[in-house]
């Protein structure tokens, strides 16, 4: 089929990025230096924290990508941002607040007509908010403090600020059909918040906390039954934005609106530690729980505490696929009926998104190398890859065998989780460190460098992993204080994992799914370096252990099956053209070619998966083997263009009962 990237080229102030293929074993330099001149530093909260956090992350600021493939996906994303015309993107805003506007209108989600109209601009400022604090960019910060003021001009006396009529909240308070208004205004008052946290813009702030008034004003008008009948709409995470504006105000009309959000249906099976998820869309909730989780840490209501890792423990334990995402057609299904769920419309990206930011704040609490090896699966299996060569999104990441991956369009789509991949890719480096007051806690190994100004330690962290099996750290700067470096030694090693420190291998035992500490004087120039072994491991489905999947280290894997039949239109999706409201969902046939029949055949005793001599695209690349079909296997983030299945039956050697581990 003809290459359906090459007619995508976008215009950018930045730095080209180019067409690096995900994870590739090298990646081109990027211009940017390795520490960028420090942004304005997040601003104190009014309202500390209530709890005792055993880690804090660093700010964005404080860490930098260094050239490889990660730092390749956050160039490619920085392109199309710069490619959005503040114009465009503010366009329904000013006709809805009756300012004239004769900018193009954008297309998908953000249609005029659309009922999420408006959303996407949320997750924009979130974005440049997160990509200035990470790479210190200054015309993005100048292009978000534009977009700012130009909203600010939009929003009314009474601080309502959206691109739809408030007529909509009237057919929400009616009980009539809708589509999400809270959902999308939630993500607009979060992108204010994070350009004031990220940011410093002081009229950002402003903007967020007369949103607010607005929305407590609006529900403070029902009764408690009335209301939670209205929050069976979807409302995104309200809850933790009222929370964060709590926590930076410290007014505790904020804190109680918050509360105000909170679901009944969702959080009371939760804190009696019940899985009642089945039927309940997946995505919709994830948010609220984030909300519950930074109730938790403002004010110490242990059943929010509750809430929050009940539901990590059951949805990583019991409703997640071999990759780490969760969710079948957009909802929770039975508990642990993988084999009988590999469908079209699997694993949102957004729930991906929002269940790594979860992890990230119970990590904080209680310090778990299980809770990184869940994050680092999500990240390297369903993150990276979702993102093409020129900065398009998937919604979905399909696991029926088969299908393969599609993608947005530059100014026609805008789904919810083009405005999560907007944001993700701007922070890839805000979870590879965390601090308590003496160490440093090394949770993913991405090339980047730390800066801990307060301590005056500059670490350097390069590998080329997964295609090597070396992480080196070294010591540019070196402590002020002594400093412990805890590095998470993966679920995925087995034995053989070798430290040495300046050439010296030292003798420290270590054991998968923990934090290995190391102590001593450090000095400028000290180099640790830790081979972690790659090795070849199957993960089974828990309702069908003959259907499995297999992993190389922390890469899932995915055979390949041809581009048969593909074409542009498939790939990339004109999102008028698929489905109610512009669902990215492919047609599938009754019997697409059969692709259950090839693959899911038994195979014999005996090797069932090698290594073979790599290529340009697939420098990972592995072949079944035995009497059954033979397939070749690559990571699933590798694959473009192309179909694919994660899951094979029989792969014919002993395998452990699959999901993301957490403890």
């Known amino acids: 089929m003809a290459n359906p990237l090459s007619r995508r080229q976008f215009l950018s102030t930045a730095t080209a990025a180019g067409a690096a293929t995900l994870l590739p074993a090298s990646s081109a330099a990027s211009p940017t230096p390795a520490v960028a001149p420090t942004p304005a530093t997040t601003p104190a909260p009014a309202i500390p924290s209530a709890v005792a956090l055993q880690l804090q992350p660093f700010p964005l600021s404080a860490v930098r990508l260094l050239p490889g493939p990660w730092k390749t996906m956050q160039e490619i994303n ?22 004239p506007s004769d900018a193009e209108p954008l297309g998908g989600w953000e249609a005029p007509t659309g009922e999420l109209r408006g959303h996407y601009i949320g997750h924009y400022l979130s974005a440049c908010a997160m990509l200035y604090a990470s790479t210190g960019d200054q015309p993005i910060l100048a292009k978000a403090n534009e977009l700012v003021s130009m909203l600010a001009a939009c929003q009314r006396a009474d601080g309502y600020l959206s691109a739809y009529p408030d007529s909509f ?4 308070r009616q009980h009539k059909e809708v589509w999400a208004p809270f959902y999308t205004y939630h993500k607009i008052l979060a992108g204010m918040i994070d350009m004031y946290q990220h940011a410093g813009s002081a009229l950002a702030l402003q903007v967020a906390t007369r949103m607010a008034d607005w929305a407590d004003q609006y529900a403070r008008s029902f009764t408690p039954d009335d209301w939670q009948t209205v929050l069976l709409t979807e409302q995104g995470g309200m809850n933790e934005a009222s929370f964060n504006l709590y926590a930076i105000t410290g007014n ?36 609220k729980i984030i909300g519950a989780v930074r109730g938790y840490e403002l004010t110490g209501d242990d059943r929010y505490r509750q809430i929050a890792w009940n539901f990590h423990r ?15 057609d957009e909802f929770f299904q039975t508990p642990d009926a993988t084999a009988a769920h590999l469908g079209r419309a699997d694993q949102e990206c957004c729930c991906s998104y929002n269940m790594m930011k979860l992890t990230r704040h119970l990590f904080q609490q209680q310090p778990n190398a299980a809770l990184f090896d869940y994050y680092e699966r999500l990240l390297f299996n369903v993150r990276a890859g979702t993102q093409d060569r020129n900065g398009m999104f998937m919604y979905y990441v399909p696991l029926q065998p088969g299908l393969y991956k599609m993608f947005g369009t530059p100014t026609d789509s805008f789904w919810c989780c083009t405005g999560t991949g907007s944001e993700e890719y701007t922070k890839l480096n805000d979870s590879i460190y965390f601090h308590d007051d003496s160490s440093v806690w090394v949770n993913l190994f991405l090339p980047s460098v730390l800066n801990w100004q ?32 805890r590095i998470r030694i993966p679920a995925w090693t087995t034995s053989g994992v070798r430290i040495a420190i300046n050439g010296t291998a030292q003798t420290i035992p270590t054991t998968p799914s923990t934090y290995v500490s190391l102590q001593q004087a450090w000095k400028a120039g000290d180099v640790i370096t830790l081979d972690l072994p790659l090795t070849l491991r199957v993960e089974t489905t828990p309702d069908d252990p003959q259907v499995q999947a ?27 053209a698929h489905g109610d409201r512009g669902y990215p969902m492919p047609t599938v046939e009754p019997n697409p070619r059969d692709w259950q ?6 195979q014999d005793d005996g090797p069932w998966l090698t290594r073979i001599d790599g290529s340009t695209q697939y420098p990972l690349q592995f072949q079944t083997k035995g009497s059954g079909p033979t397939h070749t296997l ?7 263009d192309e179909r694919y299945s994660v899951y094979l039956r029989n792969l014919g050697i002993p395998a452990s009962p699959g999901g993301p581990a957490h403890t």
Request: a positive charge; zero cysteines; glycine letters at 6%.
């Open 314 to 328: 059951i949805v990583t334990q019991h409703h997640s696929y071999a990759p780490g995402g969760t969710s079948y």
């Open 597 to 602: 029949g090839k693959l899911l055949a038994p």
């Open 169 to 172: 909240y009237d057919r929400l």
């Open 454 to 485: 307060q301590r005056g330690l500059r670490l350097r962290l390069t590998t080329r992993l997964p295609h090597e099996e070396r992480v080196t750290l070294t010591i540019d700067s070196a402590p002020s204080t002594p400093t412990t470096l």
């Open 78 to 99: 920085r392109s199309w941002l710069y490619s959005l015309p503040n114009d465009r993107l503010v366009h329904t805003f000013r006709l809805n607040a009756g300012l």
């Open 550 to 576: 297999a992993f190389y280290g922390p890469l899932v894997l995915a055979a390949r099956l041809g581009s048969e039949g593909l074409t542009n239109s498939m790939i990339y999706l004109d999102n008028a």
């Open 634 to 640: 690559v990571p699933l983030a590798h694959i473009y």
């Open 252 to 287: 505790t009309k904020y804190r109680d609106l918050a509360y105000r959000f909170e679901h009944h249906k969702i959080f009371d099976p939760l804190a009696a530690n019940q899985d009642a998820l089945a039927g309940n869309h997946t995505n919709t909730n994830i948010p």
